[in-house]
């Protein structure tokens, strides 16, 4: 049973840079694609991106210009850097498994890590 | 890009069924067969319901339940029980390589 663990700063100033951690257990990363997706505090879900082994990466268009995500095969992680935040970003981030590493944006997230609550402010 | 549609709230007895709906347009919901639904209780992570429209994971009750029409994508829970009690998103590939949520919906199991 595949199982994910993540971590990364909980508090961030304005223009700083956002950076997790998604470590998969209980299976190989090589193997799907990697989604990242947030949820403001009592909002709904916002995907941000995803990555495969390949390094072939997909980014939701409005945050496209901030977002990088990288994979590590050797230590089964996935990361997230968001750069110049803001308070608009406070949100729980949550990394997932995505679809088949050759499936593309299948729109389909299971299992999720726990979710990291980042809290932008100055 | 705007999300898709969802209403805010839903509500049944126990042993009811409800169905809740997701609206988009023929370049998301109505274009493909890559419609999901997640289930999220108060401090978790959402979990998988449905995906690729109607397919349901292993482990995931039969009394939920999928469907497509057009650009509306809908959700059935059959027999509700006080566990179904949650927040169900629905997600679709947008195009544009692009994955759009719904804005969810908060089920009451009265």
């Known amino acids: 049973q595949v199982q994910l663990q993540q971590w990364g700063a909980g508090l961030l100033r304005p223009s700083e840079t956002l950076s997790l951690t998604c470590a998969v257990y209980g299976g190989s990363i090589s193997d799907y694609y990697w989604s990242w997706i947030r949820q403001p505090p009592g909002k709904g879900l916002e995907w941000i991106g995803e990555i495969n082994h390949r390094g072939n990466t997909n980014y939701n268009p409005s945050l496209k210009s901030r977002a990088t995500t990288s994979l590590d095969t050797s230590k089964n992680q996935v990361s997230l850097k968001l750069s110049s935040v803001t308070a608009a970003d406070t949100a729980v981030y949550y990394c997932?498994?995505?679809?088949?590493?050759?499936?593309?944006?299948?729109?389909?997230?299971?299992?999720w890590g726990q979710g990291t609550l980042v809290t932008v402010s100055s | 890009q705007s999300a898709l549609t969802q209403p805010p709230s839903a509500s049944g007895s126990p042993g009811q069924s409800v169905t809740i709906s997701c609206t988009g347009t023929s370049s998301d919901v109505g274009g493909y067969n890559y419609v999901s639904w997640y289930q999220q209780h108060p401090g978790k992570a959402p979990k998988l319901m449905i995906y690729?429209?109607?397919k349901r994971p292993s482990g995931v009750p039969d009394r939920f339940s999928a469907s497509k029409s057009d650009n509306t994508a809908s959700l059935t829970v059959s027999g509700l029980q006080a566990e179904d009690e949650a927040d169900y998103y629905c997600s679709s590939y947008a195009g544009s390589n692009n994955v759009l949520f719904g804005g969810g919906t908060k089920l009451t199991v009265l």
């Open positions: 997932a498994r995505g679809g088949n590493w050759y499936l593309q944006l299948v729109a389909k997230f299971d299992p």
């Open positions: 690729d429209v109607t």
